[in-house]
């Protein structure tokens, strides 16, 4: 398949069916991640995968977690953080972005929906799994069987701002 068709056909999904994703198809998706590239290769993730029944419930003290049997707690190592020293803006927070990305679109490739959730209460995760204080949880990465399918393809054409609306070309301009 085609990088952009497979982009075209992942959709957030936010209504799991009751079956589990197979260790197969997980690890897949973990190796997406995996193999996602971050600033200067310092990998900062750390990723708690979530599957039993009584984890899934110390993640929804935290945010719903749409029925799913597979909830990923995408975490950023903070110790050894590349901060741009013109602003010291980190990299971490893009870096689980392009992660995260990676494994949604790897998920959707294999038939498996996903919602990416950055709002949840971190210190719930952090106390409900023990996450020290230098490690930041980060994202929410919901994954399983769509209950009621994946979002048809071609919705962009509709959902999104025209291409012109969000691109300028050698200089920012308001106009665009």
Do not use: W
Not at 58 to 67: D, L, P, R, S, W
Not at 92 to 105: F, R, S
Not at 142 to 153: E, M, R, V
Request: proline share 5%; hydrophobic share 40%.
């Amino acid at each position: 398949m085609k990088f952009l068709d497979l982009a075209k056909q992942r959709c957030t999904v936010r209504s799991f069916a009751e079956q589990p994703v197979e260790k197969e198809k997980l690890d897949y998706i973990l190796e997406a991640g995996h193999v996602a590239p971050t600033a200067c290769n310092k990998q900062p993730q750390r990723i708690i995968v979530v599957q039993k029944t009584d984890n899934i419930r110390k993640v929804q003290k935290a945010y719903k977690t749409f029925g799913s049997q597979c909830v990923m707690i995408i975490c950023r190592d903070t110790r050894d953080a590349l901060i741009r020293p013109f602003d010291n803006k980190c990299s971490g927070d893009l870096d689980i972005g392009i992660i995260t990305d990676h494994m949604m679109l790897a998920a959707r490739e294999i038939g498996i929906g996903s919602v990416m959730v950055g709002l949840f209460d971190p210190q719930i995760i952090r106390k409900e799994f023990t996450i020290p204080k230098y490690i930041e949880p980060t994202a929410l990465l919901i994954l399983g069987y769509p209950k009621n399918g994946f979002l048809d393809a071609n919705r962009h054409t509709t959902e999104r701002k025209p291409l012109q609306a969000t691109i300028m070309m050698e200089e920012y301009s308001e106009n665009s």
